[in-house]
């Protein structure tokens, strides 16, 4: 079954419409220069991949006139992976003067649509389908025109990925990552690190334990000896002995101190001994200057009483002789006739004025009716004369209007001379009622200032009881003077008192004192006697030949012992010592139990890491031997099959050995008799291609892939004699191979292809195919 099976195209190119069939074998495409042969493996190319290498997309739509802007591939292949049929349609339009897009792409596998979203997508499928990726494809697969010799000098990449070795290269740097991953343990150095643990710090902290465990048996050992001398002095009678002489020589101290006490205390208060001291105290009376404060305290009451008494009226007399606006009573007492004797003179004005005003009065009660009656006649006498009346109306005598006049006349006359005598007399009275005002006036108030004072100086006679002033204040003062001597007095006593208190009280504490000291040696000196006693028990129970009042009873004891109870002290002292420093080792035994275990963990982790590292190594190490192996062994076998191909093509089997460089694959040719190897490019054109023909079919065969060959024009430079035989080759390894797509303009072995396509270009322009 062939690969390609069958291509339609649509406004490709020169194409306008073209549906090529392939067959398996040799298909052969020919015609001549620019007829569009190329184009159909482009077409194939572009219908697979999605692109064509070197030529940008929107070339690939027809220029051809009356062609519209979208073209179309289609193409039909089995594959040689699964075995399925598959189809690909791609269309793709200019949408401007150079932006070209695939309007649609289509998969269908064995008839059945597969939705695609993207080139990327389809390419990744048809990749899987056809069992090989573009550049793979390229550089396997399909050689295109002009490019066969490109693999005697070929890209390292390029060849890289055709051997397969990319993904091996690959898998390296994914182990240099492990690698590193697991050559580093917390930022070191695994290797560093375990080295470390294993010769530096293992090996001092082994001893270290040992050192340790060694210092904490000697310690043991050490306490047990002092504990056991210890033990041996400290029996019980022994250590009764030496508590109870303690003891006896405290008791002795604080006897002393007791006795030294009570004596300090006598000194102090200069008595020979406690009972003068009683006698002592009771001889401080205090009731008899008790008794004399109060009587103090009762005169300082009563002259203060005096004293305040006696201010107060000091006080209020000086106030009364102030209202009176004099300074003694004396000077009050004679105002006071000054005032009487005033009073009297008023008096007797009075007595004068009334009398004066009296007559004034008489004279006034003749004087007014007189005028008054003058004055009625002459007002009567007027009107009689007015009214020309002839009889008097009283006496009803006869009367003359002359008699009337000369009537008139003198009542007039006697009016005038009456009138101011009357005036005089009013003013007179007037005067003098005024005067009498005034003295009544003097006289009201000299009374009223008489009987205030009068008051007053009845109320002064009361307060001062016949005293004077300054006779007052002098008994005042004396009264002070006394007072400020009594308080003196008081003072002085309250101080007396205060001291006989304090004396006595301090003799009291101190015979308190001195008493509770007697108390307290009598215990003391019981305790000592029953000390004395079990010293002496012990002394014979220990037959120990020394009396139990003795002075250095300690010191002859313990001579008689191996260690001093000083010695002892000193033993405890160093065995509790021992035991903190016996704490303080097993302490450091256990941190470093415990650091040697962690340190063998981390040991065992970093060595299970460095295995881990190892193996990585050694696989990248394998891996890297792969590459060598299919760099050295895998080229050899090409160099050599490529070698059979060639001798093969042509009938100038001039070499010796074909060789590629691991290193740049370049392709280097040893010719028979020269000394040395010559790069493949450095041979003639016809047998570069010869070479590089050679070595793509050995590629082929080597790797396996035997489906599909594309070559467009193998035949560069190659000569006619040559020709022949390579075209007839190709037919053959076309039989190795699949199918073999082969451009070649000559015409020339046509008779061992299975299918030709003609290829001829129209008058207008256009490619058509012939088959
Ligand atoms: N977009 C296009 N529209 C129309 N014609 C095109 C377009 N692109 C290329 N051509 C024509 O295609 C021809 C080239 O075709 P192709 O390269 O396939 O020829 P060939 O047969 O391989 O030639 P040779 O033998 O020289 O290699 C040229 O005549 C060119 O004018
Ligand atoms: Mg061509």
Redesign the pocket.
């Known amino acids: 079954m062939p690969v390609i099976e069958k291509l339609k195209l649509e406004n490709f190119?020169?194409y306008r419409q073209a549906e090529i069939f392939f067959t398996d074998g040799l298909n052969l495409i020919t015609?001549?220069?620019?007829?569009?042969?190329?184009?159909i493996l482009d077409a194939i190319f572009f219908a697979l991949y999605g692109e064509v290498p070197e030529v940008t997309k929107r070339?690939?739509?027809?220029?051809?006139p009356a062609t519209d802007k979208s073209m179309s591939v289609q193409i039909t292949f089995n594959s040689p992976i699964t075995g399925q049929k598959v189809q690909i349609f791609r269309q793709g339009k200019l949408t401007g003067p150079k932006t070209f897009k695939t309007e649609r792409r289509r998969l269908l596998i064995d008839n059945v649509e597969i939705p695609v979203s993207s080139d990327v997508e389809l390419k990744n499928k048809v990749s899987e389908l056809i069992g090989v990726g573009m550049k793979k494809f390229l550089n396997l697969v399909y050689t295109r025109?002009g490019e066969l010799t490109r693999i005697l000098r070929p890209n390292r990449d390029e060849m890289d990925n055709i051997l397969g070795i990319n993904i091996l290269k690959e898998l390296i740097a994914e182990f240099e990552i492990l690698e590193k991953e697991f050559t580093s343990y917390g930022g070191k150095d695994v290797e560093t690190e375990l080295a470390n643990i294993r010769q530096i710090i293992l090996p001092t902290l082994q001893p270290q334990l040992e050192r340790l465990t060694k210092q904490t048996t000697q310690l043991e050992q050490e306490i047990a000896e002092l504990e056991k001398k210890i033990l041996t002095v400290k029996s019980a009678e022994f250590l009764n002995l030496i508590q109870k002489i303690n003891e006896r020589d405290n008791l002795i101290n604080q006897l002393k101190q007791e006795e030294t006490k009570i004596q300090f205390l006598l000194n102090k208060y200069s008595v020979s001994s406690p009972e003068k001291l009683k006698e002592k105290i009771a001889q401080l009376n205090l009731e008899q200057v008790q008794k004399q404060i109060e009587e103090i305290n009762t005169k300082i009451e009563l002259l203060t009483q005096l004293q305040r008494e006696l201010q107060e009226r000091i006080t209020t007399i000086k106030t009364i002789l102030e209202k009176n606006q004099v300074s003694t009573i004396s000077q009050l007492i004679q105002k006071q006739n000054q005032l009487q004797e005033s009073l009297t003179k008023t008096n007797h004005e009075l007595e004068t004025l009334n009398r004066e005003m009296e007559q004034i009065q008489l004279a006034l009660t003749e004087l007014q009716p007189e005028l008054l009656k003058l004055k009625k006649d002459l007002t009567e006498h007027k009107a009689m004369l007015e009214n020309k009346v002839g009889t008097c109306p009283t006496c009803k005598q006869p009367i003359t209007a002359e008699l009337l006049a000369k009537l008139i006349k003198q009542e007039e006359e006697k009016i005038r001379e009456l009138e101011p005598k009357l005036q005089d007399l009013e003013a007179t009275q007037e005067q003098l009622n005024g005067k009498k005002e005034k003295l009544k006036q003097q006289q009201t108030n000299l009374t009223t200032t008489l009987a205030s004072i009068k008051e007053d100086l009845a109320k002064i006679a009361e307060l001062a009881k016949e005293a004077t002033l300054s006779d007052l204040e002098k008994n005042l003062l004396e009264i002070t003077q006394e007072l400020a001597s009594l308080q003196e007095e008081y003072k002085a006593k309250i101080e007396e008192r205060s001291a006989i208190e304090s004396e006595k009280e301090a003799l009291l504490t101190a015979n308190q004192e001195i008493e509770f000291a007697i108390n307290k040696t009598t215990q003391l000196q019981t305790a000592l006697f029953e000390t004395i006693a079990t010293i002496d028990t012990l002394l014979k129970k220990l037959t120990l030949p020394f009396k139990p009042e003795e002075k250095d009873l300690k010191s002859k004891v313990a001579e008689k012992l191996p260690f001093s109870p000083e010695e002892i002290e000193a033993a405890e002292e160093e065995i509790c010592k021992k035991k903190e420093t016996l704490e303080k080792v097993t302490d450091e035994i256990e941190k470093t139990r415990r650091k040697i275990e962690e340190y063998r963990q981390l040991e065992k982790k970093l060595a299970t890491r460095l295995k881990q590292t190892q193996t990585i190594r050694s696989l990248k190490k394998r891996v890297e031997e792969i590459i060598e192996e299919i760099r050295n062994v895998t080229l050899q076998n090409i160099a050599k099959e490529a070698l059979s191909i060639y001798n093969t093509l042509t009938d100038q089997q001039i070499y010796e050995k074909f060789e590629i460089d691991p290193e740049n694959y370049r392709v280097y040719v040893y010719p028979h008799a020269f000394r040395t190897r010559l790069p493949a490019t450095r041979t003639g054109g016809g047998h570069q291609t010869l070479i590089a023909l050679s070595i793509k079919l050995a590629l082929l065969r080597v790797l396996g892939y035997r489906n599909l060959l594309i070559l467009d024009?193998p035949t560069y430079g190659v000569d006619a004699e040559n020709i022949t035989q390579l075209l007839a080759r190709l037919a053959e390894a076309a039989q190795n191979i699949t199918q073999v797509i082969l451009?070649t303009?000559y015409g020339l072995g046509e008779e061992a292809a299975a299918n030709i396509i003609h290829?001829k270009?129209q008058p207008d322009?256009s490619?058509v195919t012939i088959q």
């Open positions: 190119e020169a015609g001549r220069n620019s007829s569009g042969k190329t184009t070339l690939l739509v027809s220029r051809l025109q024009e451009v303009h290829v270009k322009g490619s």
